[in-house]
């Protein structure tokens, strides 16, 4: 993202619920619930809601993204400064670290991360606006009153303690709907070491901090898992009594017990959904490729396991789907793309390398 920090003149103009366009969430307070009992805590009413989008208010810069004790993982924006003053929202309590890093430069609607309950709490995002002096970090006595789509907020407050706000006048619905939440960032360069004595492996990107993530001997692979528009690690490990394999993915929830660890691995956004998730290939009778799709439908029999096997956008729809490439009279290769028409005595097989992308 190329975004610069909202007028922080006009903010009240510009802040909008940090949830997708049109989504529905109930919010209420309680007393000592940041300066003036100004944070806000949101559900959704009788829904599941861990694992939600949570989304930028408005424009700004990723300034803090860390664990903050009882708050659990945390994201704060700054919005820019006025008068003295830097304004900033802040985001607690996310099921995990949020993928933005430190400096990230983001738009309205853009992705933070996913609502959870760390920091010991039942699932909920907790959410303040603030405003600080400028030349120190903000704190939790400096929330503001909240505004939203240019309103000030009509303070609710829970019931008995409980999650349920007082009345219907507590329920928001998101006008935050100028950006998807799946831009794509540019794509950059990165190193992965991996250590054999500790069997660790520190996966180096440029402009963001090292991590260290998975083991060496695991299978790395690589998928855009919270649909944030920005790839992150994801280690394939192997039951050695079952074969299964247990996907962990960094900044979601582990995957555990899909496909076979043997079998040929592969990363695809099945569902058009902005986000990719994983699958494998097993062969069927006569060499065929059954593809194995994370909460997709199974396609079997299409392609060959003996071809070299990829997978891609053919419609451009933002579904990922198999294909194969097969060899015809002079070594010219045949392009067999699932739902779409074959490209036929494309390049060569006998090549370095086949690709294929969204060129």
Not at 15 to 42: I, K, R, S, V
Not at 289 to 313: E, K
Not at 326 to 350: D, E, F, K, Q, V
Request: proline content about 4%; aromatic content about 10%; some cysteine.
């Amino acid at each position: 993202m190329n975004a610069s920090p909202a007028s922080a003149s006009n903010l009240s103009e510009q802040y909008q619920l940090p949830f997708p366009c049109g989504e529905e969430w109930n919010a209420a307070t309680y007393p000592g619930h940041g300066a003036g009992d100004n944070a806000l805590d949101f559900n959704l009413y009788g829904v599941e809601d861990s694992g939600k989008d949570i989304l930028a208010s408005a424009d700004g810069t990723v300034i803090r993204n860390e664990w903050l004790g009882a708050f659990g993982w945390i994201v704060e924006l700054d919005h820019g400064s006025s008068g003295g003053h830097r304004f900033t929202t802040f985001y607690a309590h996310l099921a995990s670290q949020s993928e933005r890093a430190v400096g990230t430069q983001l738009e309205q609607g853009d992705r933070l991360g996913a609502v959870g309950g760390s920091g010991g709490w039942t699932s909920h995002l907790h959410y303040e606006q603030r405003m600080t002096p400028v030349g120190r970090a903000s704190t939790y006595s400096d929330t503001q009153a909240i505004q939203l789509d240019g309103k000030p907020v009509d303070y609710h407050y829970f019931v008995n303690g409980d999650h349920l706000p007082t009345d219907r006048g507590a329920f928001h619905v998101s006008n935050n709907c100028e950006s998807s939440g799946a831009s794509r960032s540019a794509d950059s360069v990165g190193v992965v070491v991996a250590d054999p004595e500790t069997n660790r492996t520190t996966i180096y990107r440029l402009g963001q901090e090292p991590l260290e993530f998975c083991w060496s001997t695991a299978i790395l692979v690589w998928g855009d898992w919270n649909n944030s528009g920005v790839e992150q690690p994801g280690c394939v490990v192997g039951n050695p009594t079952t074969n299964r394999a247990t996907w962990y993915l960094y900044g979601a929830e582990t995957i555990h017990d899909y496909c076979w660890s043997t079998t040929t691995l592969i990363v695809g956004d099945w569902l058009g959904d902005g986000v990719d998730r994983p699958g494998c290939i097993t062969t069927s009778t006569g060499n065929r490729a059954n593809w194995h799709l994370h909460s997709a439908p199974t396609i079997h029999n299409y392609c060959w396991t003996t071809t070299t096997l990829i997978v891609g956008d053919w419609l451009g729809d933002g579904v990922d789907r198999p294909g194969c490439i097969t060899t015809s009279t002079g070594n010219r290769a045949n392009w067999h793309l699932h739902s779409a028409p074959t490209i036929h005595n494309y390049g060569w097989t006998t090549a370095e390398e086949l690709i294929a992308g969204r060129w």
